[in-house]
C-alpha cells in the first residue's frame, strides 16, 4: 500500500467510531474473529485499547491482529488502532459456506392474515344466515 493510499484511508478513518475494545484479556481467538468479521462488512475499522489495563502496547496489537486477519494496519495513535483490508467476496462465501446458510436453522413462520371488522362480517354471514340481523342492530 502506498502511502497516498494510506493517507485517504486515515483520512476516511477519521469520522469513524471504535467498534472493537481490547482491554485486560489482550488479544484472543473471539477478538480476532470478530475483527475478521468486521473487516469483511466494513473494510476499514477502528480499534480502542484501554492502555490501563492493556497487557501490551497498542503497536504490537496492531500487528499481531494484522497478521491474523491479513489487514493492514493504517496508523495507530495513542490507544486507538485503524486497520483495512479490501472485502473479498470468495473468501465471504466461503466463510457463510462453512456457517451454514442459515436457511436450515429457519423455521417455516406460521403466515398470520389480519382481518378487518368487514372480512371478519362477510366471513360470519357466510356461516350464519341470521348474522345479517345482527348487522343492522349494531348501528342502532
Do not use: C
Not at 500500500?1 to 486515515?10: C, H, I, L, Q, Y
Not at 468479521?37 to 503497536?59: C, F, N, Q, W, Y
Not at 495513542?78 to 483495512?84: A, E, K, P
Amino acid at each position: 500500500m502506498t502511502s497516498k493510499e494510506r493517507a485517504a484511508w486515515r483520512a476516511k478513518a477519521n469520522s469513524l467510531e471504535p467498534i472493537i475494545q481490547i482491554g485486560k484479556e489482550g488479544i484472543s481467538d473471539n477478538l480476532v474473529t470478530q475483527v475478521d468479521d468486521a473487516l469483511d462488512t466494513r473494510e476499514l475499522i477502528k480499534i480502542r485499547v484501554h492502555l490501563d489495563t492493556a497487557p501490551s502496547a497498542p503497536k504490537e496489537f496492531a500487528s499481531e491482529l494484522a497478521e491474523k486477519t491479513g489487514a493492514d494496519v493504517i496508523q495507530v495513535i495513542g490507544g486507538v488502532i485503524v486497520l483495512y483490508r479490501k472485502a473479498d467476496e470468495e473468501r465471504i462465501a466461503e466463510k457463510k459456506k462453512k456457517r451454514g446458510s442459515g436457511a436450515a436453522k429457519a423455521t417455516a413462520k406460521k403466515k398470520v392474515k389480519i382481518k378487518g371488522l368487514r372480512q371478519r362480517q362477510r366471513e360470519k354471514e357466510a356461516q350464519n344466515p341470521y348474522a345479517k340481523y345482527d348487522r343492522a342492530r349494531r348501528g342502532k
